[in-house]
């Protein structure tokens, strides 16, 4: 039982790790996510510590020495050229006047509320001059020898609790969820391969006439596959871990660094994930009529755990979906980045649910290797 | 030693077997006759278990396929058609494979291996890859493995398709050797010329059932026929699909 196994396992490895293509397809996404994940973090952290110039038409400019120059340091200036938004500042003509008098001075903000793309723009401008307003209102009313803290009726205080790793959540979600991908990605050809393809290359129907039972040779596939998966992981650790050491993460005050804590639980939760991948993706398989099928089937199951880690990674997650597989573990692995508290019976139950379906998957395609439709393809 | 009793197997619309009755003996080369489409190919996946018989029953030196398949599957050693190849493996690979599933020990497995790659003279080849091999050299890859765990009974669908005058000679000796070391050998096929030169035993097929069984002579006498080929088609009653 156990020899025949490791007859029909030693085949398999040996088969798939001879098929080059397949592999070196499982490899590339393992080698390449994490670079272009460490470019774009690159380029991303660039984008959020440094704030933009932002250029605007200021009419009358003159009228108001003090407010632009307000404005100027606050990075909104006047210009002139491509860069400039299209919304016009338009200070009234008796600005000083109302000024000096302590009338409301008028300013006009023109411009195209419903312009997705000048949004933000405005709300600056608008934080800035309604800043600027305040500011000139606290010194009047000291001047009239009046505290200007009874204009603030309540004091807001925020305490941040954030330390600095829980600050990258957004960064460590795309990072784990690149690290779980893997364990589906790495095993997508060779599940296609070893299933629909050792049906089209007529080997099956040989394998199945061999004095076996169909569960076995099942099982040999999916642990066979597993392998190439967790081959896949350790990659994609390892590579992550040098990536993402080249990510300036000190701009954001937090970081992502890999230590070999996280390698060895990211194996131990990904073990049954890469069970379940392979059994999930090879069922499939069996159940194409063709190579050609079988991809197209295979793609779209694969779209079940992006989905997941998705929701996972911009935290849109409703509480029960913290129990499901990929969900769970993904948390999992984030806490542990983050140094926070593992969510230990999420894990739990979810690593169950996820060696379950493995089962099923497993059971169900031998149960189709029974099946004389699905074995030639009637 | 392989009886097949009162086969049923329709798929889908076609009455693929219709009460198919025969036996090969130990020792006897059999030869499964029949026009295209006759049902020759059905009837040796069901003896494989890969089909399963509406009705009826066979069996492998007593062995019930349906109800005690691993032990029937054991005592078959199955030449297929198409070879099903791995293309990414040796044939030292490819036949050692196959011996060990047939419940050799990996030591056992490979003095085998070594001495059946030797008796089809695959030395040569036996370590390169199955990727570009000749059609002759894939028959002999395929025959290797069939007889590799030494299996009482050699089952052969269509052996000699394809192949060139060389090949299907090596063929025609080794089961030969078969038969005389007591083998009990069934193989498929449409072309006559073959049929005739190798069996003891013909069984005619057409239509899912057994026209006609017995020794090539016997079946010349019982139809007043002179040659074979007449003889089979007075017994199909038609010449379509024979190949002469």
């Keep these: 039982m156990i020899r025949l196994f490791n007859t029909l396992f030693r085949k398999e490895l040996l088969d798939a790790s001879r098929d080059k293509r397949s592999v070196m397809a499982g490899l590339y996404y393992a080698l390449g996510t994490p670079i ?323 089962g099923v998957c497993s059971y169900a395609s031998s149960r189709l290797l029974k099946s004389e439709k699905v074995v030639f393809s009637l | 030693m392989i009886r097949v009793n009162d086969l049923y197997k329709t798929i889908g619309q076609v009455k693929a077997l219709n009460g198919l009755s025969f036996h090969a003996d130990n020792g006897t080369i059999t030869g499964l006759l029949g026009p295209n489409g006759a049902g020759k190919t059905t009837c040796l996946r069901t003896l494989l278990g890969l089909l399963k018989a509406d009705s009826g029953s066979a069996s492998i030196d007593g062995f019930d396929i349906a109800r005690q398949t691993q032990q029937a599957r054991q005592q078959i050693g199955l030449f297929p058609d198409p070879f099903g190849l791995y293309e990414r493996l040796t044939p030292r690979e490819y036949v050692q494979f196959f011996a060990e599933l047939n419940g050799m020990s990996s030591q056992a497995a490979k003095l085998a291996t070594a001495q059946v790659l030797s008796l089809l003279r695959m030395d040569e080849i036996a370590d390169r890859r199955c990727q570009g091999f000749s059609q002759g050299q894939r028959m002999k890859t395929a025959l290797a493995q069939a007889i590799v765990h030494k299996p009482t009974n050699i089952v052969l669908d269509e052996p000699t398709r394809g192949l060139d005058v060389m090949s299907t000679r090596v063929l025609r000796e080794l089961l030969l050797t078969l038969k005389q070391q007591g083998h009990c050998v069934l193989f498929s096929s449409h072309v006559m010329q073959e049929v005739a030169a190798l069996c003891d035993q013909v069984v005619v097929m057409a239509k899912g059932r057994v026209v006609a069984q017995g020794s090539p002579a016997e079946l010349c006498a019982r139809t007043g026929k002179n040659s074979l080929e007449d003889a089979f088609i007075t017994l199909i009653g038609t010449d379509e699909g024979i190949a002469a």
């Excluded at chain 1, 993460?249 to 069970?275: E, K, Y």
């Excluded at chain 1, 779209?300 to 509480?319: E, G, Q």
């Excluded at chain 1, 692995?333 to 649910?353: D, E, H, Y």
């Design chain 1, 36 to 358: 272009l994940m460490c470019l774009l973090f690159s380029v991303l952290l660039k984008q959020l510590s440094s704030i933009d110039e932002l250029q605007i038409t200021i009419e009358n400019a003159e009228a108001a020495p003090a407010l632009v120059h307000y404005l100027a340091s606050k990075e909104i200036n006047h210009g002139e050229g491509d860069k400039v938004k299209a919304i016009r500042l338009q200070l009234s003509p008796d600005f000083q006047q109302s000024m000096q008098q302590g009338r409301p001075a008028v300013v006009i903000i023109d411009a195209d509320r419903s312009n997705d793309r000048l949004q933000s723009a405005i709300r600056r401008l608008e934080r800035a001059l309604s800043q600027y307003s305040n500011e000139v209102a606290h010194l009047r009313l000291l001047a009239r020898g009046i505290d200007p803290n009874l204009l603030q009726a309540i004091d807001v205080q925020m305490h941040d609790q954030a330390t600095p790793d829980s600050r990258g959540g957004m960064f460590l979600g795309v990072a784990t969820l690149s690290i779980i991908l893997t364990l589906f990605y790495a095993a997508m050809n060779l599940a296609i391969d070893t299933s629909a393809g050792e049906r089209e290359r007529n080997s099956l129907t040989l394998l199945l006439s061999q004095p076996l039972s169909s569960l076995q040779l099942v099982l040999a596939k999916v642990v066979a596959i597993s392998c190439f998966s967790m081959a896949g992981l350790l990659l994609i650790l390892v590579v992550s871990k040098f990536a993402y050491g080249m990510v300036p993460w000190q701009q954001l005050g937090f970081s992502i660094s890999l230590n070999l804590d996280f390698m060895l639980f990211a194996i131990l939760v990904g073990l049954p994930l890469a069970l379940m991948s392979a059994s999930l993706q090879v069922m499939m398989s069996f159940m194409a009529k063709s190579f050609k099928e079988a991809q197209t089937y295979v793609t779209l199951v694969l779209f079940v755990p992006l989905v997941l880690s998705m929701v996972t990674t911009y935290n849109i997650a409703d509480d029960y979906l913290q129990w499901l597989p990929i969900a769970a573990q993904q948390q999992a692995m984030i806490a542990f980045l983050k140094g926070a508290v593992i969510p230990v019976p999420q894990l739990m139950v979810s690593s169950v649910i996820t060696l379950l379906i493995f």
